[in-house]
T-cell receptor
Framework: GPKVLQIPSHQIIDMGQMVTLNCDPV?????FYWYKQILGQQMEFLVN????????KSKLFKDQFSVERPDGSYFTLKIQPTALEDSAVYFC??????????FGKGTRLTVV | GDSVTQTEGPVTVSESESLIINCTYS????????LFWYVRYPGEGLQLLLK?????QKGSSRGFEATYNKETTSFHLQKASVQESDSAVYYC????????????FGDGTVLTVKP
């Protein structure tokens, strides 16, 4: 079936540095999402993105976070600067209009 | 805000036994949310197992069933006879009708099926 690819699967970053998480969504999908799951906690919605704009974001989507999808390439989540509490697994997802949402396997981010 | 509560795992059952994973929800932002069960098999990404968008309806997939009960605000997942290949983590989730991608997930239930 359709796949959402996330690169890399695991990333370790020093606190205060910038990190960019990459997501290759399903071809022809128009809606893109990021979710965050801290170890032992629920997977929580961060943001959704459509037509080049953030449509909705949660309180977890701090000012240090940004998303973009330049020229139909990767859908990215950038954190600048990173903090220890940003350590989590970040899941990317995509969907077409009112259809099933497809999730990637996640990128485990460790901030040290 | 919205919330989902599901059976706390891990759950272990033997092959061919029946299974029920409970899920109840609280939706403050919408009267009748869409309800979903997602599954993550070992080494795989989260994938949709079944969904129901109309209260009172039942969804089914791969032998699993769940009925949207608005009176009890529940969406329990059931299977009459599990297989070892059903071992996975199961997530109950709710979403708003106008935005299928903003989902509120439960904690997930780890299911192990013993041969």
């Amino acid at each position: 079936g359709p796949k959402v690819l996330q690169i890399p699967s695991h990333q370790i970053i020093d606190m205060g540095q910038m990190v960019t998480l990459n997501c290759d969504p399903v071809s022809n999908h128009l809606y893109f999402y990021w979710y965050k799951q801290i170890l032992g906690q629920q997977m929580e919605f961060l943001v959704n993105f459509y037509n080049g704009k953030v449509m909705e974001k949660s309180k977890l989507f701090k000012d240090q976070f940004s998303v973009e999808r330049p020229d139909g390439s990767y859908f990215t989540l950038k954190i600048q600067p990173t903090a220890l509490e940003d350590s989590a697994v970040y899941f990317c997802a995509s969907s077409s209009t009112n259809t099933e949402v497809f999730f990637g396997k996640g990128t485990r981010l460790t901030v040290v | 805000g919205d919330s989902v509560t599901q059976t706390e795992g891990p759950v272990t059952v033997s092959e061919s036994e029946s299974l029920i994973i409970n899920c109840t929800y609280s939706a403050t932002s919408i009267a009748y949310p869409n309800l979903f069960w997602y599954v993550r098999y070992p080494g795989e990404g989260l994938q949709l197992l079944l969904k129901v968008i109309t209260a009172g309806q039942k969804g089914s997939s791969r032998g699993f069933e769940a009925t949207y009960n608005k009176e009890t605000t529940s969406f329990h997942l059931q299977k009459a006879s599990v297989q070892e290949s059903d071992s996975a983590v199961y997530y109950c989730a709710l979403g708003r009708g106008t935005n299928t991608g903003k989902l509120t997930f439960g904690d997930g239930t780890v299911l192990t099926v013993k041969p």
